[in-house]
Structures are given as C-alpha cells and as structure tokens.
C-alpha cells in the first residue's frame, strides 16, 4: 500500500520562524522586516524578539500570516527556546502582547513547561552556537525539535549546522524535528551576502493560518531547507521514494544500518531515488544536497 509522507496535505507554505526587530536586538523594524520576507515570496513568519511576545491581530490569511511567539532565554545563558503559540490547545492563561520574559533561574525543563502551560510549542535554538553537549539535548522533556540550520550562526561563526545533534538524539530515541532559519540581525538587507532569506521550512498544512501552520509543524509535515527542494517522499511496503529539485545527491540516514547515498557517477543531476528501508531500522531521514552544497532535510520516520 502506498502512502504520501510529503506533502499530506495540497498545499505547501515557506516561512521563517527565526526573526529579530527593533523590538529587541534587530537592525530594521518590525514593518521592515515583514515587508522584506513577503516581498521575497515567503507565506508566514514568526516575529521571535528576544524575551518580548509578539501576537499578532491576523490569524489566518490567503496570502501571508505572522504567528505569535518569541525567543526566551533561559537565565542570561546563551539557551535559547522559542515559544510560538498553539492556539489548538485550550490552556487557562497565555502571554500577552509585549509580554517580557524575565531573566530567571530557571531551568531548560521549568522553561519548556512554562512555555507548553501558556499555550506553546517549544524549539530549542542553535545548539552548535550555543557549545551544548549532546547530552544536554537529552535531558529536557517537551520540545518539538532543534535547528539543525541556523544561517545567521553560519554566517557569523561557522556554527550554523546541528545535524549531529540531531542524530544523536535520534539513536537515542528521541523523536524530534528538525528546523532551519534565519535568525538574522544585521543590517545587510541589500548586500549580496546577507543573514536573511538563508534558512527556511516549508509547511504542507490545510490552510495558511497559524491553527493549521502550527498543527503541521507538531505533526512533522515539513522539511527544513537552505536551498533545494523535497517534491514528494512516498512509502510503498518498505520501500521509500523521493523526488526533489535538481540536486546532486540524496542521502537516506538511517539507524542503526547503514543508509544510501544515490548520485550519478557522471556528475548529472539527480531528482528522484528510492530506497529499501532494511529490518531493524530505527528511523530514516533524508538530506539532500545540491551543486552548490546547499542541503535540505526531511523529517524523521520512525519504524
């Protein structure tokens, strides 16, 4: 029997959830910012200022939508958890516009908590910039996911990548996301290298509002991106088929067997592979890579 892993649902929404302002340590303003990614084709976002909540007053729209959170801290450390609300739960209190996230003692857990009691999902920020141990990743209950691409991180220190962060959490059997985003502060909007529009994740959800964005990302319908694109990922038996963009290879990561990587011997591109998920197969995730060693990643499945 066949089933469609990506996308599950007609349409397919490119956001950023990673985004600074005025409000807190951003170079532009918030109407700046807004525009630039609109502009630039992108369907939401995600106004993340640094211990300041943002809500927005359009829930749902055709064309572009903001959804509600921020990027809290925990303590004065360099932890750094998004929250971004979940309006499919029904929880007693929320934060509220403009709302401060003070400085505390509190731990990555009691945040998370926290976070989830008023109404969040919660994403923890560029693990390699911030020098965790993996272990450090384990420990917390409650999290969707990790950035596995931070385009800022990269630009800045070369620490934008956390795939192995990722797959450590994996074969330990943690199920988790993984997230790319821009994370961009500086004011370089019309340079030809710049922090924005580098990280992004594209969303198949039943509609663009932040019900349905924010229902997809729970349930893992999206792949995190800094260049290529995933068409489709079908599973027929125990046999995975994908179809991308252009790109010269595609890789299927898997525990604790050996995956494939499938390319073309003569250096031509490639747009579709498939691949034999071996018994015993913990999960698959599948990176992509293009020409120019930009990648994208799907999500986990779990076996």
Same mark, same amino acid.
């Given at each position: ?205 039943? /509609?663009?509002?932040?019900?349905? %964005? ?5 349930? &893992?319908?999206?792949?995190? +991106? !800094?260049?290529?694109? #995933? ?48 018994? /015993?197969?913990?999960?698959?995730? %599948? ?5 120019? &060693?930009?990648?994208?990643? +799907? !999500?986990?499945?779990? #076996?």
């Amino acid at each position: 029997m066949k089933k469609r892993i990506f996308p599950r649902f007609e349409n397919t929404y490119k956001g950023n959830l990673h985004s600074h302002t005025t409000r807190s340590d951003g170079a532009y303003d918030l109407e700046t910012v807004i525009k630039a990614y609109k502009e630039k084709g992108y369907q939401f976002l995600c106004i993340s200022d640094h211990r300041r909540y943002y809500i927005s007053s359009i829930k749902d729209n055709e064309e572009f939508i903001i959804l509600d959170g921020m990027e809290g801290e925990v303590g004065d450390s360099c932890y750094h958890i998004h929250a971004i609300a979940d309006y499919n739960v029904n929880v007693k209190e929320r934060y509220e516009a403009e709302s401060i996230w003070p400085v505390t003692d509190q731990s990555p857990q009691e945040t998370i908590n926290e976070y989830r009691n008023k109404g969040n999902i919660c994403i923890i920020n560029h693990p390699r910039w911030t020098k965790f141990e993996y272990e450090e990743l384990l420990e917390p209950e409650g999290y969707l996911g990790i950035e596995v691409y931070n385009h800022n991180c990269d630009r800045e220190s070369l620490t934008g990548y956390a795939t192995d962060y990722w797959d450590y959490l994996l074969r330990k059997g943690k199920k988790v996301y993984g997230f790319a985003s821009d994370d961009a502060h500086a004011k370089d909007l019309h340079c030809n290298v710049k922090e924005f529009f580098g990280g992004w994740i594209c969303v198949s959800a039943a /509609g663009l509002a932040q019900k349905d %964005i924010v229902s997809s990302l729970k349930t &893992g319908d999206f792949y995190a +991106s !800094n260049g290529p694109e #995933f068409l489709s990922i079908e599973l027929e038996d125990n046999t995975l088929r994908v179809c991308t963009s252009p790109v010269k290879s595609i890789a299927f990561i898997t525990w604790p067997e050996h995956g494939r990587n499938v390319y073309d011997r003569s250096g031509m591109d490639v747009r579709e592979a498939e691949f034999a998920v071996p018994s /015993g197969t913990q999960y698959v995730r %599948i990176e992509i890579t293009d020409i120019n &060693g930009k990648k994208a990643w +799907s !999500n986990p499945l779990f #076996f």
